[in-house]
């Protein structure tokens, strides 16, 4: 089984938010979002959106993509791990008949 991935938050956070000491109330600004936004973003209670992953991108210097992708990764291991996925089965399509060439 593979490891589960890492929030954006988390990164965030381990990353970018406490090696260059930066505040909440700081960083929030610099983003344009609310505190509360940036703080439920750090404790993994909501995600990366693309507008979101625009402004971490350029606050960091980092693409979007990289958030989104952190994003995805996350969201993707979740949805994995659900019972009511796991239960899904394949449609097999029936053979074709060949046609009388």
Do not use: C
């Not at 344009?32 to 404790?43: E, S």
């Not at 979101?52 to 949805?79: E, I, S």
């Amino acid at each position: 089984m593979k490891r589960r991935p890492s929030h954006p938050g988390i990164i965030l956070e381990e990353m970018y938010i406490k090696p260059l000491d930066l505040k909440q109330e700081d960083l929030a600004k610099k983003l344009h979002v609310a505190r509360n936004t940036l703080y439920r973003l750090r404790k993994g209670t909501i995600g990366v959106t693309a507008e979101m992953a625009v402004r971490l991108g350029k606050a960091f210097n980092t693409t979007p993509q990289f958030w989104l992708n952190l994003q995805n990764a996350y969201d993707l291991w979740k949805a994995e791990k659900e019972k009511s996925a796991s239960s899904v089965r394949p449609i097999v399509r029936p053979p074709i008949a060949a046609k009388g060439y």
